[in-house]
């Protein structure tokens, strides 16, 4: 058996996959206003998760064991948002994009089914200093990013997330190379160089979701497109055909269940971030699965005015099954992770933030006594449904039957935020890290990002009161 090709013997061939999707992140581009203000509000919503994420579990360890400093400076030019320190770029990213995800509060992406938020804009905040990078340049990169994860998702899933793939690593070290390697200016071999080495960086599997793994996997994909567009700058070499070849990113990720290049041929036609699920923000702070049957919860919370609850059904399609792999969760990273707990915060407190996802809520006796009337279920009629359609049936004990459908989450594009839910999430997420003023500051300023500020002094007011 011959050895496949190495870099140095593979020239670069027009009409690959590899090729198309250099020559769009190097290319000229003129995004349309509604995809700059999408951008805009990602990116200000994914810095309120990165925040309310520095105090979570997972920070601890990330910043134990990552090189930090209490100054920024040469050698760590990078903030460490929610936090005084600052950091490598590389480990920046690393951690800020763990933190991002940490709550599972940040954006999503359909077709891609992942989360290409907290894995781009970490590490674009952790190169802008490196290159002065305005909030404007910013923007360019990110929606540059997201088109990458958007297609990628249309030229592989679902069988590739259904393989057990977590495309929020495995797609997202390509969006993060592609969004790294425009604000650099890479130019076009450079850019096919950093694809390569990326595609081999890409990781993440399914079966480490409702761990501190799950979110990790964000940062690890910031980490690899990040360092990738650096060693392509410096001069480091790697297959020019890494997402085409035999051996290559799509045919290893999805061998024996095929890909369609087609959409990535076509980059930059039909923005993703304009697509009719292409970007969703999150109002709870748990799996996005669980979004329909959290709202149908809380509307039935209201028509139930305290009434006890006998039994609850919850018809969902096929694909929720996937995530949705815990029914009595034993932290709160698998209380995101299960509908059964959602739901029955949902109808029993009328509310689902931050605070239901705690160590005393996931003790709560009453919560608990209900999670076991709980039933989940394929609903024949939206078993093929791809953005978690769910229907929630509740029965009293007095036995009034109450219904409540929800076809699509708040948040997608159809139902995007209003600026008044975009400013009560990120004080949610924000304020008690940074104080009221700071963070009311902080999220005006963000507010302006697109503009022609330096994106490093937008970050100077994100220090914690403590």
Known sequence: MSAPPTAAATPLRSGSVTAAMAAFAIGPAEFPPLARSRARDAIVDVVGCMIAGSREAIAGPLLRTLPVFDAAGPHAPALLLGTRRHAPEADAALCNGALAHALDYDDTNHPAYAHPSAVIVPALLALAPRVRATGAQVVDAYITGFEVFGKLGRAMNTQHYKRGWHATGTFGALA?????????????????????????????????????????????????????????????????QAMDHGYGYMNVFNAGIGHDPSPLLAMGTGLEILTEHGLALKPFPACGAT???????????????????????????EMALAPLIHVMPHSPLEGKFSLHYCLAAALLDGEVGLSSFTAAKLTDPRIRALIPRITMEVDDDLRADPEF?????????????????VPLAMGKPARWFSVERMRSKFTDCAAGVLGEPACA?????????????????????????H
Do not use: W, Y
């Not at 501190?212 to 567009?229: E, N, S, V």
């Open 176 to 240: 993060s190379v592609v969004a790294c390697g425009r604000m650099l200016g890479l130019d076009h071999r450079a850019m096919v160089m950093a694809l390569g080495i990326a595609a081999s960086s890409a990781c993440g599997l399914r079966a480490n979701f409702g761990s501190m793994t799950k979110p990790l996997h964000a940062g690890l994909a910031a980490r690899a497109g990040l360092q990738a567009a650096l060693l392509a700058q410096a001069g480091f070499d790697a297959s020019a």
């Open 291 to 317: 979004h329909p049957g959290i709202e149908a919860g809380l509307l039935l919370h209201a028509q139930l005015r305290g009434e006890a609850i006998a039994s609850v059904r919850a018809g969902v399609c």
């Open 389 to 405: 359609a769910t229907r929630v049936e509740v029965v009293t004990e007095a036995g009034r039957r109450l219904e409540r459908f």
């Open 441 to 465: 500051a902080a999220f005006e300023a963000l507010r302006g990002l697109d503009g022609p500020v330096e994106v490093a002094q937008l970050l100077q007011g994100l220090h914690p009161i």
